[in-house]
């Protein structure tokens, strides 16, 4: 508990600076860097993926997707990416057909696509007009949500939620980590409207807390479920007492998407 605390006090003012202060395309390198070491880690670290090659493609492919959101997210660009990237695969597959199966390939798009692409929402967000002050949102709702989860859990947790994939998690924890999520968007939603004058959806605010908690630990347990098929206890170790990437970052992976969605469909912001 002490070293996830420490390393959390060291680490929220560098996600900060990232955020609001330095030059975006910083924090576009920033996350890129982690896109691919999450990448790595969902692919060599569970020992799904022994090909170093198709790994490689992997990596430097989530990497491009941050940069790909930094420069306007344009559509032929991307399709040029994954075209690119799709070659490279098969060609791999068609040099070696007995030991590269499509099934090695579907991983690679997975942890070289649709995770990036899901995670890099935060540099499109970013991107956006309002984006310096609505960028903290998928943040809030994914940590709040985990620490209101965990505490809460802790204290009052009697019913397990997912025994099988996550022993636990607890129904109470769950409810725990709702509430906390919606304090803290109406929270972040009353700095936005009374200290930076923003018209705001206060309404909207709590429902960002709703959804945001229920896809965040739906998040969570989509990684905890690989962890378990593939018989590790964390993707990594370079966040002490939080493990890897892809633990800190799991339920982010789907909060981050659905915030940028919500962000165009359903402004919390004018």
Same mark, same amino acid.
């Given at each position: 508990?002490?070293?996830?605390? =420490?390393?959390?006090?060291?680490?929220?003012?560098?996600?900060?600076?990232?955020?609001?202060?330095?030059? $975006?395309?910083?924090?576009?390198? *920033?996350?890129?860097?982690?896109?691919?070491?999450?990448?790595? $880690?969902?692919?060599?670290?569970?020992?799904?993926?022994?090909?170093?090659?198709?790994?490689?493609?992997? !990596?430097?492919?989530?990497?491009?997707?941050?940069?790909?959101?930094?420069?306007?997210? *344009?559509?032929?660009?991307?399709?040029? @990416?994954?075209? =690119?990237?799709?070659?490279?695969?098969?060609?791999?597959?068609?040099?070696?057909?007995?030991?590269?199966?499509?099934?090695?390939?579907?991983?690679?798009?997975?942890?070289?696509?649709?995770? /990036?692409?899901?995670?890099?929402?935060?540099?499109?967000?970013? @991107?956006?007009?309002?984006?310096?002050?609505?960028?903290?949102? /998928?943040?809030? *709702?994914?940590?709040?949500?985990?620490?209101?989860?965990?505490?809460?859990?802790?204290?009052?947790?009697?019913?397990?939620?997912?025994? !099988?994939?996550? /022993?636990?998690?607890? *129904?109470?924890?769950?409810?725990?980590?709702?509430?906390?999520?919606?304090?803290?968007?109406?929270?972040?939603?009353? &700095?936005?409207? =009374?200290?930076?004058?923003?018209?705001?959806?206060?309404? @909207?605010?709590?429902?960002?807390?709703? &959804?945001?908690?229920?896809?965040?630990?739906?998040?969570?347990?989509?990684?905890? =479920?690989?962890?378990?098929?593939?018989? &590790?206890?964390?993707?990594?170790?370079?966040?002490?007492?939080?493990?890897?990437?892809?633990?800190?970052?799991?339920?982010?992976? @789907?909060?981050?998407?659905?915030? $940028?969605?919500?962000?165009?469909?359903? /402004?919390?912001?004018?």
């Amino acid at each position: 508990m002490k070293t996830r605390i =420490i390393a959390a006090a060291i680490l929220v003012p560098i996600l900060l600076l990232l955020t609001l202060v330095v030059p $975006e395309i910083f924090a576009a390198i *920033v996350l890129g860097l982690l896109l691919a070491i999450a990448a790595f $880690e969902l692919l060599y670290k569970t020992g799904l993926m022994v090909h170093p090659r198709l790994t490689v493609y992997s !990596v430097v492919m989530a990497f491009a997707m941050s940069l790909w959101s930094y420069f306007g997210a *344009v559509r032929a660009y991307f399709l040029l @990416m994954l075209l =690119i990237f799709t070659l490279l695969l098969f060609a791999e597959m068609m040099m070696d057909h007995i030991k590269v199966h499509f099934e090695m390939l579907s991983m690679c798009y997975v942890g070289g696509v649709i995770i /990036p692409y899901m995670l890099s929402s935060l540099i499109r967000i970013l @991107m956006t007009s309002t984006g310096r002050y609505v960028i903290l949102l /998928p943040f809030v *709702v994914a940590f709040t949500n985990d620490a209101g989860a965990y505490f809460i859990g802790l204290k009052f947790g009697k019913h397990k939620l997912a025994p !099988v994939v996550s /022993p636990n998690k607890t *129904v109470e924890g769950l409810l725990g980590g709702i509430a906390t999520a919606m304090v803290s968007t109406f929270l972040y939603a009353l &700095i936005l409207g =009374i200290g930076l004058n923003f018209q705001v959806s206060y309404g @909207m605010a709590l429902f960002y807390g709703v &959804i945001g908690s229920l896809t965040g630990t739906f998040g969570d347990l989509c990684f905890s =479920i690989i962890k378990r098929q593939t018989g &590790i206890k964390d993707y990594g170790n370079l966040i002490p007492g939080h493990g890897g990437v892809l633990d800190r970052f799991d339920s982010l992976a @789907m909060v981050a998407p659905l915030m $940028e969605a919500l962000l165009l469909a359903m /402004p919390l912001v004018r």
